[in-house]
């Protein structure tokens, strides 16, 4: 062992005792090394039929003006904030604040104040408002005796008054998809949604759905796999 003077061994000692902790709580958080990537799986890509808005505008042009419907929730609205306070007041442990009628109180009468508008949604409207459509929403949210969501929509959409259709509260149903006789009912020739349901309803009835991505950090999970159902699929939709 090579010689150390006193105040060297001392110092080393004592490196060797500062580091020992140091050492084990590394050891207790050590990572896997990355399995890495290869450009193959880097450049992977699903085969899915991805569009922009600019593209359905072209694909509606020479059409005279038709209904176009909408899903809200991660469609139009990032509201996982409001249904994130909703769960933690009325049903923390569980999904059952979804059937309770003082969550949708609150939700649809004030809750939407912390929704974010979503870009794409705000695109999407202008669009069809330019087109002269008419603009349906129609939502798989419970109906409460009065609602702002209308008003929300109206504001952060940007949609002229004469041109606001209030929102229609198809409400949830077990075993039925309620937003397929809606679409019906208003002659919808396109619908827009994040969810299976969404795209499922307009499939149903012959008519184009197009899927809007939900954003990863919606409090609605799982999140659906866009495009699985042969639907358009937006660009860039996440926000
Ligand atoms: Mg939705």
Excluded: C
């Amino acid at each position: 062992m090579k010689h150390l003077s006193r105040p060297a061994l001392l110092a080393s000692l004592l490196a060797a005792a500062l580091s020992l902790p140091a050492l084990a709580g590394e050891a207790a958080t050590v990572q896997p090394i990355p399995a890495g990537v290869t450009t193959v799986t880097l450049a992977q890509q699903a085969p899915i039929h991805w569009v922009s808005v600019e593209q359905i505008a072209k694909s509606l042009d020479g059409l005279p003006p038709m209904a176009v419907g909408f899903d809200i929730d991660d469609t139009l609205l990032f509201s996982s904030p409001g249904f994130y306070r909703g769960k933690q007041e009325f049903s923390p442990n569980d999904e059952s604040y979804l059937k309770n009628p003082a969550f949708w109180e609150k939700m649809n009468n004030g809750w939407d104040a912390f929704s974010m508008p979503k870009e794409v949604g705000k695109a999407l409207i202008a669009m069809h408002l330019k087109r002269g459509d008419h603009i349906y929403f129609v939502t798989g949210r419970s109906a409460t005796k009065t609602e702002t969501v209308s008003q929300t929509l109206q504001q952060t959409m940007s949609i002229p008054a004469d041109q606001l259709n209030p929102v229609i509260f198809a409400g949830d149903q077990p075993g039925q998809n309620t937003k397929v006789q809606w679409l019906k009912e208003k002659q919808m020739k396109v619908f827009y949604g994040d969810a299976d349901g969404d795209i499922k309803a307009a499939q149903e009835i012959g008519i184009r759905g197009i899927r809007l991505l939900r954003a990863a950090n919606s409090s609605y999970r799982p999140l659906p796999l866009a495009g699985a159902l042969g639907e358009e699929v937006i660009i860039n939709s996440q926000f």
